[in-house]
């Protein structure tokens, strides 16, 4: 045992001491540190967008209520309000960014027609948005593989090539020389981990518990999978030559094509069915009625709000409660193509969680994401619960406007709060089916690459 | 040296590489996914075009259909406008995912582009899609690392290299030879895929085009460009490098840095030189704007837009008006704010821009920067053009609303509510036209990338040629 630790040490100074090996550790600490205060700081900006959310509505309503007389109707201020709706991102939203760069998580809700509001989006330079994040979860995730890679890839072939595995062949078990060279390495890339890792909990706050646990887990067996899969190639007869050429295109195939060719596969199988649809389908909704008699669109809004349908307008004037339920005909008529779109939209998510599961690296973004909350199911969630405080919005209003009360009728104290999606998934609901393709991944990836370098057993 | 020397090396490198399994196989792999994503992005270019085309119509169609109606009404009706696809757009989408292909053109707002795929897209998409763009900007790269490595580097390992010189062959020579060889091996994958990519512009460009062929062959030049870098680069490390295994390892490294790293360097560089606004501080910049006006740009104040008119008509009362006064303070409410639209949305927009020039300059460290933005350029997918199309959507709107609003100012008189006009109005108005820029402007924007992917190429052939000369025999 004490021989196995003095090899150990030995090949950790070994890999310390080569200058490649040295700026390589140097410079993924540097882009990891720097990735893990990035998401520490991303945490604070969305922090600090909720509160100006807030603030930007106070802002909004004592100016309306400065500029409006007292006795105005208060569907007619109403008409300019934008109700926050911040969704609190998780703390864990810092390792792993998803689509919050692109896409808003603190919509402003006015209680106009609601479709036509939902998909405001980041004021982000779309060439910048192509470009990709440079968030944790790539780091760990994309580029460290080719990490252990550079590592790994001459395990046994720098021996032959030397000269010297012939000889330390003559001392050691096969096994017991392999071992302590790939501990070494496994710590090497361990701290390269982990650092990060731990700089980014501690700036963004969070514990190892629940979600954040899970995260970690699946870091390590994806890290575990490549190395796996790295010791498996690198223990044949080939160069070190091939075993690089090998394991880089298996990282190509993995990484880069794969979830390229399945997002295709995605995009095809569930194509979104004509969002255009959408915004026509609700305008004309709404620009239809004003061609129609007033009792006409009432009777449609009634249909959904039949504890009103005592409330009748009048058809000769104009008022604030029949031009919602203008508004909220435009909603209604775009309801089955909304639901329509969500409907495949949450296909191609679940879609691209199963068949992630076959390409390890996706299956391990996919799931940080969810995680994390940053996928496509939870900006799905989120709308959903947009479209709720939407309706407590209206639920709230809408008495006033059928009673033509002016704007100081209100009590803005009793004015329904957002409440945000729930992110209720288990952790181990979301973590497990990732975690054990990534088991099961590494298994076989080991088990083939030794199986093809066993019959020439040297 | 004869040239006969340097074909025979040409040759000798072009069958070495072809019998080679691993790199027969990658080959035929890249070519195989340039292949499918050209055809597969020529059929979505089609179709969307086909669905852009029909949409349009149908959108024209309700505009000229809508019934009588108040001019007003018709400006909130308002209308959708298509960005058309350029001819090359199959072969890079550019930023087409991220901002959107169409907009709601109506009165009062300017509003933002709808239709964003990336809004659809899981996850995954995140990674990069299938595109040709993808596979020539980041595959190509890779297939010339692992054709060229070993090129010197295993020739002095095998000890192969003091027997070439010493036949006679000069250092120049092996080299050249080494990189035609190679690049022939490359053109067996480049010259079918541009073929098939020729032959979809010519059998059905799948969208109107702005000199599609110049564009394509200036497009073509840039990526031989590129290559050819790569392939000079890939040489002098080969050349200088102790061993193949080392050579591969710094090229992989390079690698990485062009295609993964820099690109998102330069997306955090961008935006710490040249901050963006957030949505909502936009947003209620633009509010608080079009509320209470800025120091020079005041709203317009209804009652003395009243008392202009009738001192300009000679009346006393508004009722007397030849006009309706409504149009025209709807018509001065809509200059205003435009004017504040222009002040908001042209900061922003060249805010955009000033980051586009910070990503061309960090192309000096990753030629992927200049090939990128070139690409984007010419296939007429870039900020660029989609700022073109908007602000010739935008330009088209404001004359829709000045109609609308001339008419209601013209034929109607103010106090008056029941005016409406018909089909002869909405028939009237043409409809959106729009030219794409052309190349030339599109180089122009394009200069520095032109000037960065040019100074890679000279600087790759001179460090070969220096590493060349010195390269250790053994």
């Known amino acids: 045992m004490k021989a196995w630790f003095r090899l150990l040490r030995l090949d950790t100074l070994r890999l310390t001491r080569s200058t490649g090996v040295a700026v390589a550790v140097v410079l993924f600490l540097a882009i990891g540190i720097y990735a893990a205060w990035r998401g520490g700081r991303n945490i604070e900006a969305a922090a600090s967008s909720a509160v100006a959310a807030e603030t930007a509505y106070q802002d909004q309503l004592e100016y309306l209520l400065a500029s409006y007389p007292p006795t105005t109707d208060a569907g007619e201020v109403l008409y300019y309000l934008a109700f926050p709706a911040p969704q609190p991102s998780l703390r864990l939203a810092a390792l792993a960014r998803g689509r919050t760069e692109v896409e808003s998580a603190s919509l402003r809700i006015r209680l106009l027609a609601l479709e036509g509001q939902l998909y405001e989006h980041e004021t982000v330079n779309p060439t910048l948005a192509a470009a990709g994040d440079l968030d944790l979860a790539f780091l760990l995730i994309g580029l460290l593989p080719l990490f252990i890679i550079a590592l790994t890839h001459d395990l046994v072939s720098s021996e032959r090539e030397g000269g010297t595995w012939n000889l330390v062949r003559l001392f050691a078990r096969r096994r017991r020389l392999l071992a302590p060279k790939l501990a070494a390495r496994a710590i090497l890339v361990g701290v390269v981990v982990a650092v990060p890792v731990a700089v980014v909990a501690a700036l963004a706050g969070f514990r190892l518990d629940g979600r954040a646990a899970w995260a970690v887990a699946l870091v390590a067996l994806h890290t575990l999978f490549w190395f796996a899969l790295c010791l498996g190639v690198a223990s044949g007869r080939r160069s070190s030559t091939a075993n690089a050429m090998i394991l880089v295109g298996t990282w190509v195939a993995l990484t880069l094509l794969a979830p390229a060719a399945l997002s295709l596969a995605n995009a095809i199988l569930h194509p979104v069915p004509e969002a255009l649809e959408l915004t026509v389908r609700q305008r004309q909704g709404y620009h239809e009625a004003w061609d129609l008699s007033k009792a006409e669109t009432m009777e449609v809004f009634y249909e959904d709000y039949p504890e009103w349908s005592d409330r009748t307008v009048p058809e000769d004037v104009f008022t604030w409660a029949w031009y919602y339920a203008m508004n909220h005909r435009g909603d209604q008529a775009a309801r089955d193509a909304s639901r329509a779109y969500r409907d495949v939209l949450r296909e191609r998510e679940d879609w691209a969680r199963t068949w992630s599961l076959l390409v390890p690296p996706l299956a391990a973004q996919l799931t940080l994401d969810r995680l994390a909350a940053t996928d496509l199911g939870a900006q799905l969630a989120y709308q959903d619960a947009v479209r709720r405080h939407h309706e407590r919005l209206k639920n709230h209003f809408y008495p006033l406007f059928f009673d033509t009360a002016p704007i100081d009728a209100v009590e803005w104290d009793r004015v329904p709060d957002f409440e945000p999606a729930a992110r209720e998934e288990s952790p181990v609901r979301a973590g497990f089916p990732a975690a054990a393709a990534l088991v099961l991944a590494s298994i076989l990836a080991l088990a083939a690459g030794l199986r093809s370098s066993a019959p020439r057993a040297d | ?474």
């Open chain 2, 1 to 474: 040296m004869t040239s006969h020397g340097i074909r025979h090396i040409v040759r000798k490198e072009f069958t070495d590489v072809l019998r080679d399994g691993r790199f027969r196989w990658c080959s035929v792999l890249v070519g195989a996914l340039l292949l499918v994503s050209l055809g597969h992005g020529w059929v979505q270019a089609r179709e969307a075009q086909r669905e852009h085309a029909a949409a349009q119509s149908t959108a024209r169609e309700h505009w000229e259909t809508q019934g009588e109606k108040n001019p007003h009404s018709a400006a909130h009706y308002g209308i959708y406008a298509f960005k058309p696809r350029l001819a090359l757009s199959f072969v890079d989408e550019g930023v087409d995912p991220y901002t959107g292909t169409s907009v709601w053109l109506e009165a009062h707002r300017q509003n933002d582009f709808l239709l964003r795929p990336a809004q659809d897209a899981t996850a995954a998409q995140r990674v990069g899609a299938l595109t040709a763009a993808q596979v020539l900007q980041h595959l190509v790269p890779l297939l010339i690392i692992l054709l060229t490595f070993g090129a010197l580097a295993g020739e002095r390992e095998r000890g192969t290299l003091r027997q070439l010189l010493a036949t006679g062959v000069g250092r120049r020579d092996l080299a050249l030879g080494k990189a035609l060889g190679i690049a022939g091996a490359l053109a067996l994958l480049l010259v079918p895929a541009a073929a098939v990519g020729a032959a979809a512009l010519v059998v059905g460009s799948p969208g109107p085009a702005a000199s599609p062929v110049a564009r394509a062959a200036v497009l073509a030049v840039v990526y031989l460009v590129y290559f050819a870098a790569f392939v000079a680069l890939s040489l002098a490390v080969s050349a200088w490098a102790r061993s193949t295994r080392t050579a591969l390892v710094i090229l992989l490294g390079v690698w990485v840095v062009n295609g993964l790293v820099a690109p998102r360097v330069a997306v955090d560089l961008s935006k710490w030189l040249h901050p963006t606004p957030s949505a909502l501080e936009f947003a209620r910049t633009v509010e608080r704007e079009m509320a209470s006006g800025t120091e020079d740009i005041i709203p317009p104040d209804r009652d003395a837009l009243a008392e202009r008119l009738m001192a300009q008509y000679g009346v006393e009362r508004v009722e007397d008006l030849p006009i309706n006064d409504v149009g025209a303070y709807l018509q001065e409410s809509e200059e205003f704010g435009n004017r504040i639209f222009d002040r908001n949305y042209g900061a922003l927009w060249d805010t955009f821009e000033r980051q586009g020039v910070v990503h061309e300059l960090v192309a000096v460290a990753a030629p992927l920067l200049a090939v990128r933005a070139l690409s984007m350029g010419l296939a007429g997918t870039d900020v660029e053009q989609h700022r073109h199309f908007a602000s010739a959507a935008e330009t088209y709107r404001r004359d829709l609303m000045r109609r609308m609003n001339g008419d209601l100012t013209e034929n109607s008189r103010s106090g008056d509510f029941s005016y409406q006009a018909g089909s002869e109005l909405w028939e009237s108005t043409p409809p959106l036209r729009y030219d794409a820029p052309t190349l030339g402007w599109v180089l122009g924007n394009r200069i520095l990338s032109l000037v960065v992917l040019g100074g890679w190429l000279a600087g790759t052939i001179l460090i070969a040629a220096r590493r060349v000369r010195r390269a250790e025999v053994a």
